[in-house]
């Protein structure tokens, strides 16, 4: 409708003086007679002529849509499926066993974690004394750390009864936690040694005299000193235990810490913890185990139409679930665990919900991640030379093995969809670039979030299609099908 | 969360100076020790205290959830109920008669229509050159109006087997509006009358010698003078046809017109009429009306939570059928009409979406009535003497009385629903206005817009109820329950 810009009005103005003139006389004429003139030249406001653009009031429209949808939607699943939620169930899930099973063998292997996390303080506490040959010390952490993240793998292909999914899942998420934290750990050592190595006392004497200099008070005892940690002082079990409980994954040795915990702040990320985790169990026993089950024969008959209907009936509580995920992790836990161990750097997430690009959607949704993958690989490689590229293609393959990880290893299937998934975002970005070059950072965000609703329950699925098929055959999908 | 805005950063502010330069020498101090620090104290951006406003993605990302809603929707009414789009009932339909019948009485009442047009028309000649007594005239006004809306129902109620629900509906629009038209007509050229009595031809010299003035050139013949229309020039076929025509329900003797029409505006509304006018058809086919027979069973055994996913159902096709009536009627047909006739103002709505108050809404959305209430029915009878509150209260029932007389004569069911529906607008303005008081505009707005979205599916379901009931009998529902 562009070519309307020239409305009713505009021409008029654009129009021969004389004649508008007259039609000026002719409109006060008119506007005394005694038929009392109502109507007046000008343009309906969906009219780009109009030039109106006031239409906030469709933003209110879209969230109250979207709150009946969902309403109605949790209506249709509680007269379809009635009420599922069973709170027995959730005990035993968090305690990640399966039902009947006595045994808790994530508990056992959540505990084992104390082990790695000693060696490695051990090590360092070797390396720093010089008990330790330096490439001794090198090749002990590589083993270390490589155990570290096998174990679960070889544990849960072992015993495989034993777990319950979510037990599974939890002890993989917490040995990939352990695994960064302590990585960075190693190399933060490194680095401290490397500079005591190579400048002794010179660093610490600078420090003293930079302070001494801007304090302007050399008289007394400068009480600055006193509160800052030097290595080797910091390698010890409180410090690494702070580090292990605190909500990074890059390890320095003196934190900025806050002043006080603000207990009302705190009371409320508590709440939310509790609230929300009940939350997001009531969804998945209510909604995500019956939709995802439905699919099941959709998927495998591959009917696209089916299929298709399932995937978005599927991607919106897949979706809920995601985002009370994310506000309960990252703003939730992670500001209650920083509250408590008086953590300050509460930048735990960015905006990545305006991100007009994918690229800009990873860089910003996890931040403790994302701070590790540039302080501990992306720079360090760079600075050895590698090219910016293959530092990224790297940090970029890193994630998809910890995506694929901690999805497989719980799951014991070991198909590459979120392998596969991640690789989609390298076309995905490129997308994302032309579209938001072409027709603005609207369109490219609308793409993120298409990729993010969408993406993930087609990962799902097809892992559940995938499981099932795997641990109970194809005759349980026959008998789905013959009902 | 509002306890929390003396955040990390805030409270920093506070702290004492001497303290803080400490702080600051540590920062300093911290930021070039060996091992890299990447902290900093910083709140998350949800909490009030990082003062972080900007969530203009999850704007996009509720209208992404609503298409991907409607798509879904859609899938799942194809699965289930396959094509049920029928070309060839449109004609059907569109025609205005029954299946199988080929009489076409709609068609016949429409074209009846000039007969109180003329009529209208002689009675003003005859009331301008005197040839017929004011109060004879009045009555005779008054005879033929009253017959013109009362036709349509008695033949309606005579005949009911010939028409469709579209072509009665359509026929009781249609003298709707030449109702309100020609109520127009006689009331303008009534002013006109007692302007021409009172001092007869002063007005033309006064506007005449007034024009001379602004225009400062008397010696030639005036040329503005030749372009308006007086009293009683403006009692001819050509003017009435032109009013009956035009896109408003105000007459006056000088509409404002257009120099020229827009070529491509014209094709552009001629192309929205034709596609919307098939996209409403086929989402009756294909979506209501299999919701409203769904509907039936639960709204007539009252099983509340069932009764209310089906209205939750119903309203989303129902909304999208009113949203796309209105556009194509208020700005595709009514621009449309408003190209071909070269009338100027297209004000045939304002921005109602954005409204705070269902008052407001009333007011905004449908311009052309409004406007003739207020200029016909408002004015004159505040001028006349009743209190403001009388007048609002005789617009607001003469409105009721034509949205139950648009919905109550096509369906031949004589109940109260729609009536009711309009009287339920008193409370809901008074909530309205409390809790745009108390909670800002943006949730009255919300108000609004639910009471649309719920408000009319609501009444559609409780007419077609009774209408199967009172047509059909108890049996048919009968019949449903047991299937």
Redesign the interface.
């Known amino acids: ?1 562009t ?2 810009g020239e409305g ?1 009005r505009l ?1 008029r103005t654009k ?1 021969v003086t004389r004649a508008e ?2 039609q000026k ?6 506007r ?16 780009w002529s109009s030039g ?1 653009t ?13 709150t ?2 969902g ?2 939607l949790l ?2 699943n ?2 379809k499926y009635g009420i599922r939620v069973d709170p027995h169930q959730w005990l035993v899930v968090l305690t990640g066993s399966r039902e009947g099973d006595p045994d808790h063998p994530s508990l056992y292997l959540a505990s084992y974690a104390v082990v790695p996390i000693s060696l490695c303080l051990l090590l360092e506490k070797g390396l720093a004394g010089e008990k330790i040959a330096a490439n001794i010390g090198s090749i002990a952490h590589v083993v270390n750390l490589a155990l570290l993240v096998t174990l679960p793998m070889v544990v849960i292909y072992i015993k495989p009864t034993g777990f319950s999914l979510l037990g599974a899942s939890g002890v993989c998420f917490l040995y990939s936690v352990l695994f960064l934290k302590l990585w960075s750990y190693v190399q ?1 050592n490194l ?2 040694r ?3 190595a190579s400048h002794k006392s010179t ?1 610490r004497r600078m ?1 003293v005299s ?2 001494k200099l ?2 302007g008070s050399a008289n007394h005892n400068d ?2 000193e006193d ?2 940690v ?2 080797p002082d910091n390698l010890n079990v409180k410090d690494i235990t702070y580090f292990i409980l605190a909500p ?1 994954l ?7 810490r ?2 006080r915990i ?1 207990k ?2 705190l009371l ?1 990320r508590l709440l939310e913890v509790i609230v929300l985790l009940q939350l997001i169990l009531c969804l998945f026993q209510q909604w995500i185990i019956p939709s995802v089950k439905n699919s099941l024969i959709p998927f495998s008959n591959m009917n696209l ?2 299929a ?2 399932r995937l ?2 599927l ?2 509580p897949n ?1 809920l679930v995601w985002l009370t995920f994310f ?1 309960l992790s ?2 939730s836990f ?2 209650m665990m920083g509250e408590i161990l008086h953590f ?8 990545w ?3 007009a690009n994918i690229d800009v959607f990873w860089r910003t949704w996890n931040m403790p991640v994302h ?1 590790w993958c540039v ?1 501990h690989l992306y720079i360090p490689m760079v600075e050895q030379g590698y090219s910016k590229t293959t530092a990224s293609v790297t940090v970029f393959f890193i994630s998809a093995f910890f995506h694929e990880y901690l999805v497989s290893v719980p799951l014991r299937t070991f198909k590459v969809w979120a392998f596969l998934g991640m690789m989609s975002q390298l076309p995905l970005s490129h997308l994302c670039r032309s579209v938001e070059k072409n027709l603005g950072p ?1 369109w490219g ?2 793409i993120v ?2 990729s993010l ?2 993406g993930q329950p087609l990962c799902i699925m097809m892992y559940y299609h995938d499981y099932v098929i795997t641990h109970f055959g194809e005759s349980l999908l026959e008998s789905y099908a013959s009902i």
């Open positions: 409708m070519a309307e009713i021409r129009s003139e007259i006389q002719e409109q006060q004429l008119r005394i007679q005694p038929d009392k003139p109502c109507h007046r030249p000008r343009d309906s406001l969906f009219s109106f006031n239409f906030a009031g469709l933003v209110n429209w879209a969230f109250l849509l979207l009946m949808g309403v109605r209506l249709e509680l007269i933060v680095w401290c490397t500079a005591r660093l420090s930079l302070s801007s304090n009480p600055i509160h800052l030097y290595y990074t890059c390890y320095e040795l003196n934190f900025p806050t002043d603000r009302r702040f409320k139409m089916l298709t209907e978005l009936k991607s919106i979706h506000y990252f703003h992670l500001n300050a750097d509460r930048n735990f997430y960015c905006d919900w305006n991100a701070k302080r609207r965000n609308m979030w298409a609703i969408l």
